[in-house]
């Protein structure tokens, strides 16, 4: 089963915005705020070699956390066109 992951920051609309729509949605995620998990946002920051767009998604295909996509939501234009490249990500087999 993948996971999705939305990393997020204390009043970023945008990052309300998309967390909004997932939720709507019946898109199952777990959040993590940055602010409150600090070593864990700069840990994915390498692995993304040091980007630093919010919100950001990560879908993990495999338990043992490889297989994972990374997704900058201000790549896209709107909450619906990220949480439709989610949902098609999640429907991938």
Known sequence: MKTVYLFTLL???YCDEVRDKLTDDKV???????????????KVKQQVGG????????IQDRPDGGGTA???????????????IIKNRLSDQ
């Open 51 to 58: 980007r630093c767009l919010l919100p950001s998604v990560f």
């Open 28 to 42: 199952p995620f777990t959040e993590i705020r940055i602010e409150e998990n600090r070593e864990i946002w700069e």
């Open 11 to 13: 009043k970023c609309r």
């Open 70 to 84: 990374y997704i900058a939501a201000r790549d896209f234009r709107s909450p619906d066109e990220i949480v439709s």
